[in-house]
C-alpha cells in the first residue's frame, strides 16, 4: 500500500478512536454519534442511502435506528415519494445531546489541531478535496483487469 494512503488510513482511525473514548462519556457508541453526525447533515435520509453513505449493511444500520428510536433520539417517518422507504429524522429529544457532540468535537477539534498552522490545514484540506474527487473518478476493477 501506498505509504502516504496508510498514513492516512492510521491517522483517521487513531482519531476515531479518540473521539470515540470521549463520546463514550456522553454514553454514545461510534455507530450512534456517527448516525446522529449524518443525519444532522443532512436530515431526511432514507435508511438504505445513509447504510450505503456508512458503509454497512441496511440490517446492521436497521440495528442501531431501533437503539436510536428506543431513545427518543431518532424518529422514522414514511417517504411520501415511497411508501416502502423510511426517512431518518432526529428527534427533538436529540438536540442536547447533539449539541453536546457538536461541543465535543469543537474541543476535541481544537485539541488535536488547534497547534496547526490555519494555512497547513486549508492546504490539507485542499488535498484531501483532490484525493476524494479522484476516487470518486476511479473505475471500478475486477480480477480478469487488475
Do not use: Y
Amino acid at each position: 500500500m501506498e505509504p502516504l494512503a496508510w498514513e492516512i488510513g492510521e491517522t483517521s482511525h487513531a482519531i476515531r478512536r479518540a473521539f470515540d473514548r470521549r463520546a463514550a462519556s456522553l454514553g454514545i457508541t461510534r455507530a450512534q454519534w456517527r448516525v446522529l453526525a449524518h443525519l444532522d447533515h443532512q436530515p431526511g435520509q432514507r435508511q438504505v442511502d445513509l447504510a450505503d453513505r456508512m458503509d454497512i449493511e441496511p440490517i446492521t444500520l436497521c440495528r442501531i435506528i431501533d437503539k436510536l428510536e428506543e431513545g427518543a433520539l431518532v424518529e422514522r417517518r414514511r417517504d411520501p415519494a415511497d411508501r416502502r422507504a423510511w426517512q431518518l429524522h432526529l428527534s427533538e429529544s436529540a438536540a442536547p445531546l447533539v449539541k453536546k457532540l457538536h461541543d465535543l468535537a469543537t474541543e476535541f477539534s481544537d485539541e488535536v489541531f488547534g497547534n496547526l498552522d490555519p494555512a497547513a490545514i486549508e492546504q490539507a484540506r485542499t488535498l484531501l478535496g483532490t484525493v476524494r474527487s479522484n476516487l470518486a473518478g476511479l473505475s471500478p476493477r475486477t480480477k480478469a483487469s487488475a
